[in-house]
T-cell receptor
Framework: GAGVSQSPRYKVAKRGQDVALRCDPI?????LFWYQQALGQGPEFLTY????????KSGLPSDRFFAERPEGSVSTLKIQRTQQEDSAVYLC???????????FGPGTRLTVT | AQSVTQPDIHITVSEGASLELRCNYS??????LFWYVQSPGQGLQLLLK??????LVQGIKGFEAEFKRSQSSFNLRKPSVHWSDAAEYFC???????????FGAGTRLTVKP
């Protein structure tokens, strides 16, 4: 079946612009996760949804980062007033529920110039 | 502090040689343990996982890992490496469940012909 998809795959933004990154999880997966992966590093947890409820947003680095999943399927990660330090790959993952392994999308590479 | 450590940033092995990638964790309880592989420009693919039971787990692509509680380790092994195994490998740990998964910094594997 279809895996986790993310769009766009690449995004270049000028500093100060707002960006929106989309994640389509595997159909039927209740849990959805966002991670930030800086160059040469492992993914770092940003936020977690169970259906439409955002249960954990402790990893969001600042109030410029906002995520939503209004209908419990597709999710959007929004970054306002982008800064150079926001340059990274943003990974989305989904799982059947919190007890099972996460399946990752290919990521969106964000470059802030 | 809770942490996941992959001591080796980069490992080079010859094709056909055996491989062991190290992973140590620091948590108060026995966590859920995972190994993921990431090829350039790709998302993370789950190789294997340990939740409970037999401490030697088999995964895809001929990989296995052994959980050693006394050493807080979950090392990944493969008896004979193939050129296609060249990639970045990440150890990940989840406490209680995998809603709060934390990743190591990764080990880059290079395979010599």
């Amino acid at each position: 079946g279809a895996g986790v998809s993310q769009s766009p795959r690449y995004k270049v933004a000028k500093r100060g612009q707002d960006v929106a990154l989309r994640c389509d999880p595997i159909s039927g997966h209740v849990s959805l996760f966002w991670y930030q992966q800086a160059l040469g590093q492992g993914p770092e947890f940003l936020t977690y949804f169970q259906n439409e409820a955002q249960l954990d947003k402790s990893g969001l680095p600042s109030d410029r980062f906002f995520a939503e999943r209004p209908e419990g399927s597709v999710s959007t990660l929004k970054i306002q007033r982008t800064q150079q330090e926001d340059s990274a790959v943003y990974l989305c993952a989904s799982s059947l529920n919190g007890k099972y392994e996460q399946y990752f999308g290919p990521g969106t590479r964000l470059t802030v110039t | 502090a809770q942490s996941v450590t992959q001591p080796d940033i980069h490992i080079t092995v010859s094709e056909g040689a055996s491989l062991e990638l190290r992973c140590n964790y620091s948590y108060g309880a026995t966590p859920y343990l995972f190994w993921y592989v990431q090829s350039p420009g790709q998302g993370l693919q789950l190789l294997l996982k340990y939740f409970s039971g037999d401490t030697l787990v088999q995964g895809i692509k001929g990989f296995e890992a052994e959980f050693k509680r006394s050493q807080s380790s979950f090392n990944l092994r493969k008896p004979s490496v193939h050129w296609s195994d060249a990639a970045e490998y990440f150890c990940a740990v989840g406490l209680y469940n995998n809603n709060d998964m934390r990743f190591g910094a990764g080990t880059r594997l290079t395979v010599k012909p």
